[in-house]
Each structure stands twice: as C-alpha cells, then as structure tokens.
C-alpha cells in the first residue's frame, strides 16, 4: 500500500457564535495590556482537515486546529511530499522525515501540529486497512468504557454556573472543570471573584464530584502562589495551566507549593517536550492534545513514558484522536468532554465538521470494536456554515 495523495482544506466557521464576554476565562493574553478582549487569539473558528489516500482507495483523516491556514501551508509545502509515494505502515519513518526535516524552524508549535494531523490521517488508513479501530493497534480495550469530565464551566454569571452544574450533574456527571476568569491584573476583587465561584460550584456539586480548574494560562508565578493556598479547602481535582508553558520552572514550585495537584501539556510538544516535565516534576497531570503534540505516533510514547512516571494522562480536549490514546492506555484514567454546543471558543467546532464522536452517557463514553480507523467521517449537516479553503 502506498499514500497516493494528501488534501488539506481549511474550514473557516461561518456560522452564528457565542459573543465573548469579559472576564470569560483568564488566559496569557490577560496579562498584556490590550483594549480587546484578551480570549480572542483563543478562539478556534477554523479547523484544516487532512485526507491522505493511499493507492488502493483507503481514505485517512486528520485535523489540525492550531493556526489552521499556517498548517495547511506547511503540509501543502513541505510534509505532503515527504509522504507521498510512501508506505503508510512506515508510520514512525514517516514521522521522522516530517520531525527531522523541518527541524530547523519546527520542533514545535504549528509544525508540530501539522506533524500530527498528516500523522493522524495515517493511523486511520491503518486501522482502516485491518479493519480495527485504532485503538486495537495501540493496546487494544483497557477500559469497559472511558470515564469523562464535563468541560465548560466558563466564568459567567455565578447563578449561570450552578445552574449549568446542576444540569450536569443530573446528567450524571461526576467531574467537572471550571474556568476562572480572574488573575494578575484584577487584584484583590479577582481573587475574591475566583474563590465566590468555586466556593458556588462545590454548592452545587458537593465534595464527592470532582472539580477541576483551569488558569489556561492567565496567571504568574507570584499570584498562583497567593491563590493556591486559598483554593486547597476546595480540594480541587487539579488547577491547570497556571502559567504559561515555557515557565517550567514555575510548574515545579507550584507543583510541590500545596497538595493541589497542577496539570498542564496542552501547549508541549513531542516526547521530549514531555521528558522534560517529568524529570523536573513540573506536572502531576499530563494533557497533551494528539492533534498537536505530534499525532499518535508521538502520544502513544508519551504515554509509555507517563505510566514509567505514575504520573496519569488525561489528554486536552475530546474529540476521537485523543479517545483512541486514553481507550488503549493504563496511563489514561479519564477523557476529557465537551458537550455539542453554539460555537463559542471552538472546543465544540469538532462536532460540526465530523461525524463518529461518542456522546457520554452518564459521565462515560464509550468506542466500538468494529469502527475501524478513528471512527470519523466528515459530517456534510453544516457545510453552508462553512467557507472551505482548498
Ligand atoms: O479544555 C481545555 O483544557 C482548554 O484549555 C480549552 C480552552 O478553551 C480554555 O478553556
Ligand atoms: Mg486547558
């Protein structure tokens, strides 16, 4: 078998999306003075799709949310013929000529991202080719079925918060993540507004549910010192992003600072981004997202290096690519979950634009053993409400 073409198109959302609100969910643009909104570089309203086919008609698909029209370029210009001609079940190889050959200016970041979504497209036209989900070709079933965290919980109005636990809650949700919408710039009256909401959260759920938090990002080293210890009484599952991810040195004070434990990945790259965090500790929880962090064939060794640490994965974001990585592994307790929503950061841009993805039923999801591939198809529902970049 041999990959005979790669197609990398661009959906620009054009539909209706949540307008974003101040204060929505602290990130690393907070502390920058800006008069726009700080979220906006944050929001994910275009996605580029990857469909590599090989010579006898199997078609893989990938994606890449990361600076999508930059992606596509670099697969266009540089990864597309380093592929092209060659065996798919070369995966590793493959990786390496896409790794090592733009190694001078890639490494990480959108490269890598790109890396991941022709590396994605790859692994489906191998499971596709045996007739296995992917999951059967990493490690096969560890799970019954995969336990998932409800994710949104952005900051709005507290009663708006409670009330959106509750329904989730009812829906049989036993882990939640929040965002705070708090940090550095909004003094004392911020910490007071990130401690009111989570203090309202643990009103709703109790403390038999667990509460995840997310930074994303928005904080430094001295403020997430100052609130850490005010957030253990909360006992929270994990604060995440703290501070930005080229602060690894602050990961390991905050990681060792309380009994909370800090998590972070989603903005690390490749196996050695990862051997990094956990030779210096920097990380209790491990989330890379596999679009990015170098498709399967790189998540799939970060999870063996994760379970040498004990240090569990619990990869960014839902969406099938990563439900294959936590299906097969030991290391992967737990998946992350966002409900089909209005557009609004992007998180749920997944949904319009595939068709396969599990919906959780009482706080699980679950794969099929006879989906072969990732088990997506492009959904065609949504397609006016996309302008698709050829
Ligand atoms: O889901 C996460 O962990 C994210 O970082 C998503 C992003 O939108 C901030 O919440
Ligand atoms: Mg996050």
Known sequence: MKIKSVRARVYEWKGKTVPPQGNFCSNAMDLVYSKTETMSTFRF???TVVEIETDDGIVGL??????????KAIIDEYLAPLVIGQDPWDYEYLWQRMYRSTHAWGR????????SAVDLAIWDILGKSVNKPVFKLLGGRTKEKIPCYYSKLYRTDIQEMQDEAQKFLDQGFTMFKSRFGYGPAHGTQGVKENLKAVEALREVIGYDNDLMLECYMGWNLEYAKRMLPKLEKFQPRWVEEPVIADDIDGYAELNQLTSIPISGGEHEFSLYGFKQLLERKAVSVVQYD???VGGITAAHKINALCESY???????AGQMHNYHLTMSSMASPMSEYFPMFDVEVGNELFYYIFDGEPVAENGFLQLD???PGLGLTLKTEFLDQFNIIE
């Open 45 to 47: 309203h275009s996605w």
């Open 62 to 71: 990938g994606n890449v949310a990361l600076a999508p029209k930059i992606a």
């Open 108 to 115: 990480k970041g959108v490269t890598m991202a790109a890396i």
């Open 290 to 292: 596999t679009n990015r």
């Open 310 to 316: 004990s240090v569990p994965v619990v990869p960014h």
């Open 369 to 371: 053993d006879n989906t």
